[in-house]
T-cell receptor, first 109, second 114 residues
Framework: AQRVTQPEKLLSVFKGAPVELKCNYSYSGSPELFWYVQYSRQRLQLLLRHISRESIKGFTADLNKGETSFHLKKPFAQEEDSAMYYCALSSYNFNKFYFGSGTKLNVKP | EADIYQTPRYLVIGTGKKITLECSQTMGHDKMYWYQQDPGMELHLIHYSYGVNSTEKGDLSSESTVSRIRTEHFPLTLESARPSHTSQYLC?????????????FGPGTRLTVT
């Protein structure tokens, strides 16, 4: 069964500290993996996609097929990074998406 | 302005009432989706559509129904609302021409059934 697990409901760090938001998945096939973000009073929006291998707003995510993980990392957290982060996976044709329950990142000054 | 709209944003309604949650997008996207999300929980896909006259159920069983008569419009209907339908409903769309992988979300409708 397809499933996305984000084990941390809340992650609090100080400004300038490294951040790692965990995501594990189960999927029968080759998944497409994403991170979505929702800032306060804004809509859910795409942050990054694994295949693009881009760094967006300083965030990167590496797909580890052996560990079925797709953790989101940033070396130095900023206060504006405070938001809800959702890990998601999709079938190859993007007909279905599966989301985790989200991690709330709180970056303290 | 190209966007995706959901109305109403908030709805409180009594048990047994018929309700329709509206979702419209002005981006010309073929694919549209409905998600249900309880507080602190995953977004669950309940319906999706590839285009006009095409609708499919998601993995999460839902008593709601959808229709796709026009590209821009993807309403969700509950024939008889129950307290178990209390949840947030999110509509999204994606553009296959640009790969189809990025979902654009609406602001959501928070439904409370009393």
């Amino acid at each position: 069964a397809q499933r996305v697990t984000q084990p941390e409901k809340l992650l609090s760090v100080f400004k300038g500290a490294p951040v790692e938001l965990k995501c594990n998945y189960s999927y029968s096939g080759s998944p497409e993996l994403f991170w979505y973000v929702q800032y306060s009073r804004q809509r859910l929006q795409l942050l990054l996609r694994h295949i693009s291998r881009e760094s967006i707003k300083g965030f990167t995510a590496d797909l580890n097929k052996g560990e079925t993980s797709f953790h989101l990392k940033k070396p130095f957290a900023q206060e504006e990074d405070s938001a809800m982060y959702y890990c998601a996976l999709s079938s190859y044709n993007f007909n279905k998406f599966y989301f985790g329950s989200g991690t709330k990142l709180n970056v303290k000054p | 302005e190209a966007d995706i709209y959901q109305t109403p944003r908030y709805l409180v309604i009594g048990t047994g009432k018929k309700i329709t949650l509206e979702c419209s997008q002005t981006m010309g996207h073929d694919k549209m989706y409905w998600y249900q999300q309880d507080p602190g929980m995953e977004l669950h896909l309940i319906h999706y559509s590839y285009g006009v006259n095409s609708t499919e159920k998601g993995d999460l069983s839902s008593e709601s129904t959808v229709s796709r008569i026009r590209t821009e419009h993807f309403p969700l209907t509950l024939e008889s609302a129950r307290p178990s339908h209390t949840s947030q409903y999110l509509c999204a769309s994606s553009d296959p021409v640009q790969g189809g992988y990025e979902q654009y979300f609406g602001p959501g409708t928070r439904l409370t059934v009393t």
